[in-house]
């Protein structure tokens, strides 16, 4: 159980353009979803967070004009990265948690890699 | 202080061995601990959970807690090339409620 998938896995996109990137929760109500950053060879970077039909809460430093999440229901939070540079490519990570999957646990989906040309 | 520290490694053993993987913590007040698996290139896998004192065990895991001395480890007993991966160890802030991740030990299993 506790299945989170994302969507697309890669993409390549041209500088200036707007990437979305779609995390579902498949066989568990997520009440809360996360989405992270990672360099090659470094740790997990929160980016931000989302509680179903609320505005998400963004970590310092994160640009929310520039990437824009929507956790419109229990199974469904998007990332949008807008006009998207080099320096955004990285591999985008969502987790969530939810009631029937314990009080903190949390399952991340397979991460999507962005390049941006 | 990081809030999560963990030896970044590389952790080597010899196929068949145990792998201790050690984790300490700053946030007295944390109360739930992660252990996670990541592939080169993968996401992160939930691989235990603990969340009082003492030993919990999990086929070849087995996750440790003592949160008077603010530490938590994974064991894993007979080791396997598959177990080389990076382990991420996570604590749920007390203030917060979210994962504070230590950077990952990365463990070679040698066959």
């Known amino acids: 159980g506790a299945v989170v998938s994302q969507h697309p896995s890669w993409v390549i996109c041209k500088s200036g353009t707007s990437v979305k990137i779609e995390c579902r929760s498949l066989d568990f109500q997520a009440t809360t979803m996360f989405w992270y950053r990672q360099f090659p060879k470094q740790s997990l970077m929160l980016m931000a967070t989302?509680?179903?039909?609320?505005?998400?809460?963004?970590e310092q430093g994160v640009e929310k004009d520039k990437f824009l999440i929507n956790h419109a229901s229990l199974t469904l939070s998007t990332l949008t990265v807008t006009s998207a540079h080099p320096e955004d490519s990285s591999f985008y990570i969502c987790?969530?948690?939810?009631?029937?999957?314990?009080?903190?646990?949390?399952?991340f989906g397979p991460g999507t890699r962005l390049t941006v040309t | 202080q990081k809030e999560v520290e963990q030896n970044s490694g590389p952790l080597s053993v010899p196929e068949g061995a145990i792998a201790s993987l050690n984790c300490t913590y700053s946030?007295?007040?944390?109360?739930?601990f992660f252990w996670y698996r990541q592939y080169s290139g993968k996401s992160p896998e939930l691989i235990m959970f603990?969340?009082?004192?003492g030993d919990k065990e999990d086929g070849r895991f087995t996750a440790q807690l003592n949160k008077a001395s603010q530490y938590v480890s994974l064991l894993i007993r007979d080791s396997q090339p598959s177990d080389s991966a990076t382990y991420l160890c996570a604590v749920v802030g007390s203030n917060t409620g979210k994962l504070i991740f230590g950077q990952g030990t990365t463990l070679q299993v040698k066959p």
């Open positions: 946030d007295r007040g944390s109360q739930s």
């Open positions: 603990i969340y009082s004192n």
């Open positions: 987790s969530a948690r939810g009631a029937t999957t314990g009080s903190y646990e949390q399952y």
């Open positions: 989302s509680n179903e039909g609320s505005k998400a809460t963004y």
